[in-house]
């Protein structure tokens, strides 16, 4: 053995999504990467992470006592607000104040629906206690709080089983002394009884948001601070020295401990990963405009990167609910590849937005699901079951998912496969609507872009979505599957902080600016120092503006320089509304509402190897029956067979250990230096 190589230093991501948890590692010092899937455990959360670092020790010569970064993306909070399984909470607010959750704001879900309604609340009525306080607007002070009525709130609370206490109070953005004091008395109280101030969750002005916002971080906190112990625990039982970091909704990191506190910035962590992931394989590949789609077992996810950047965003829906922190832009639709179809009493075909996960799961896996899916249609065409999956872990039964599929059939007076086609038409039906809406939203031209499929099942519809879409280019990264994991390898620390300013663009604002912005940089390094964060930081400013009398405000990308300068940023709010609006009011009064600062300390990038390109034609290892409107005999090619500069045509199916992708036919395949495959699918 020759004492002078270098210990091996591994760096983890790992991503858990509703049917698999995938790994990515990478080898600083050789460039070599293992991947894997390992099938989730709902009824034994944690497990499958003991799994799969078991699994990379065993197949990959993983050391965990090497392993000098481990960064980790859960849906746990987000699933926990959908199943509506969290903790039960009790609000404390101004007295006259109790129904601000409830009354929320005068849009609904979906405006134009006779049947809409809003979701109930995750606080009841009969657990949202006022107290005779009150603050004025400016930060004055005119009714302290009493500690005679907070024990009461504090027993009734107790008395309606709340684990944990809310305090939202009007005007707290401006000042938060009464939060804070209501707060301490809770705490003498009640000492087991876990608190959560709005202020110190997002302080941002308007009580709906800033108490919603609160109100998610803590209805998830039991159970993401529940996962997050468990997690550390189980690193420490295998010997890894790395400290945890968290992927967030912003798709940044923190540190577990944060985590434990700021839940709700994780809570679209998964899927905010899976983008930055994306986006980096993008920029490698020289590609600017990019549609993700990122197919899991239980939706799909839709996000465009721009320029090579990624956008980012607030009000994301997490279930039926509004999420006000700063978030990756992303659109989701309940179509995954466990999505279940059904025949409706109409003798309609449905697929989702119900899922059969991974247990039971799709019929196919063999685990006692026995409702056909869209993995199940993909058996039954021929598309899917030609190899095993998940890095071997899953072996497709054929004859388990005609079953599933032919009782549908059978109801249909249609075969078997001319029903899975149904169901894999719909399913591309459903998320085509899905995406003009986002691309009408974001104003652009989807023929511009590429299409960027990852996560298990993205790969097997991309194409037949681009399509539908007028896409002509496809990307597939050489590791679809473990994208979002590979996202969090890729990813810096972010912090995103703000203050509510409230005040009109004028010769006197610079002073107002000057001072909150300093403020949020010396709270972004401060964040970033106790993240463990000692190299560069780069910060980003935006204001949310607005022409006065506007009930709505746009995000603004500002130059700190421009503090001193009212008039230029006066400019870019013009520039920037008349760009989302096609007009701008020169002569208007401008009010800025609130600053935003994101703290970005950036990380470690992995350097992957690339090959040259020699062009060749490659060689199928065999072909496989499929259904295209009839049975047809189409080639089968290895992804590790792949090279650069490998050229194919369609139709065809590219089998690897973490996905399939499928070519259609009429398309062009190349495989560049960094093993991606391109699609040219024509006009």
């Not at 306080?133 to 500690?147: C, F, H, I, K, Q």
């Not at 020295?241 to 700021?262: H, I, Q």
């Not at 598309?383 to 890095?391: H, I, K, Q, R, V």
Request: charged share 20%; with cysteine; net charge negative.
């Amino acid at each position: 053995m020759n004492s002078s190589a270098p210990l091996a230093d591994w760096k983890i991501g790992v991503d858990i999504g509703g049917t698999f948890m995938d790994f990515c590692a990478l080898e600083t010092h050789t460039g070599k990467i293992a991947s894997l899937k390992v099938l989730t455990t709902p009824d034994n959360p944690g497990a499958e992470l003991l799994s799969g670092l078991d699994l990379l020790k065993e197949r990959e010569g993983l050391d965990p006592t090497a392993v000098s970064r481990f960064v980790h993306g859960t849906t746990v909070g987000i699933n926990t607000i959908i199943q509506r399984v969290g903790a039960p909470l009790a609000l404390i607010t101004n007295a006259g104040f109790e129904d601000v959750i409830e009354l929320a704001r005068l849009g609904m879900p979906e405006m134009y629906s006779l049947f809409c309604h809003r979701p109930e609340p995750l606080i009841t009525r009969d657990s949202i206690f006022g107290i005779p306080v009150r603050m004025r607007a400016d930060g004055t002070d005119v009714m302290a709080p009493e500690a005679a009525s907070v024990r009461e709130a504090v027993q009734k609370a107790r008395a309606a089983g709340a684990q944990g206490i809310i305090i939202s109070l009007l005007h707290s953005w401006r000042d938060n002394r009464h939060e804070t004091l209501v707060k301490e008395m809770i705490e003498a109280e009640a000492p087991d009884l876990f608190v959560f101030t709005s202020s110190d969750v997002w302080p941002v002005i308007r009580e709906y948001e800033r108490t919603s916002t609160a109100i998610l971080n803590g209805y998830v906190h039991p159970r993401v601070s529940g996962y997050i112990a468990a997690l550390e625990s189980q690193l420490e039982a295998r010997g890894v020295p790395a400290r945890a970091l968290l992927t967030k909704s912003n798709g940044g990191l923190m540190t577990a401990s944060e985590g434990r506190r700021d839940c709700v910035s994780m809570l679209l962590s998964g899927s905010a990963s899976g983008v930055i992931g994306a986006a980096w394989l993008a920029r490698q590949a020289g590609e600017e405009r990019i549609l993700t789609l990122d197919i899991g077992g239980t939706s799909s996810d839709f996000a465009l990167i721009l320029d090579g950047g990624v956008q980012y965003g607030s009000n994301a829906l997490i279930g039926e609910f509004p999420l006000h922190v700063p978030s990756v832009s992303v659109s989701s639709i309940g179509i995954g590849g466990g999505s279940i179809a059904s025949v409706d009493s109409h003798g309609l075909l449905r697929v989702g937005p119900e899922s059969a996960g991974s247990l039971p799961g799709p019929a196919a896996y063999g685990r006692g699901g026995e409702q056909a899916t869209v993995t199940d249609a993909m058996v039954v065409c021929g598309w899917l079951g030609n190899s095993d999956m998940a890095y071997g872990q899953l072996k497709m039964d054929k004859d388990l998912a005609r079953k599933a599929v032919g009782k549908l059939a059978d109801r249909l007076g249609q075969t078997a496969e001319a029903t899975a086609q149904a169901i894999l038409d719909i399913a591309v039906s459903e998320m085509f609507v899905e995406v003009e809406k986002l691309s009408s939203r974001e104003g652009v031209d989807l023929r511009d872009f590429a299409l960027m499929p990852f996560g298990g099942g993205g790969p097997m519809l991309a194409a037949f979505l681009a399509r539908e879409l007028k896409i002509s280019r496809v990307l597939a990264p050489r590791r679809p599957g473990v994208v979002s994991a590979l996202g969090g390898l890729v990813a810096d620390m972010r912090g995103d902080f703000i203050r509510t300013i409230f005040t009109e663009i004028d010769a006197d604002v610079s002073g107002s600016l000057g001072n909150a912005f300093r403020e949020l940089s010396e709270e972004g390094h401060a964040w970033l120092k106790a993240q463990g964060h000692s190299g560069a930081v780069d910060l980003k400013l935006t204001a949310d503006m607005r022409y006065a009398g506007q009930s709505y405000e746009i995000e603004t990308e500002l130059d700190p320089a421009w503090l001193d300068e009212p008039d230029r940023i006066a400019d870019a709010f013009h520039a920037n509304h008349r760009l989302l609006y096609d007009y701008d009011d020169p002569e208007g009064r401008v009010e800025i509402i609130n600053l935003r600062l994101s703290a970005i300390g950036a990380g470690p990038k992995p350097t992957f190897s690339e090959e040259s390109e020699v062009p060749t034609s490659a060689s199928p290892t065999r072909h496989v029956p499929v259904y295209i409107g009839e049975i047809r005999d189409v080639p089968l090619y290895d992804r590790v067979e792949l090279t650069g500069g490998a050229t194919f045509d369609g139709p065809a199916i590219v089998a690897q250990e973490d996905t399939t992708f499928i070519v259609p036919e009429g398309a062009e395949a190349r495989v560049d230096r960094h093993l991606n495959i391109h699609l040219n699918l024509g006009k």
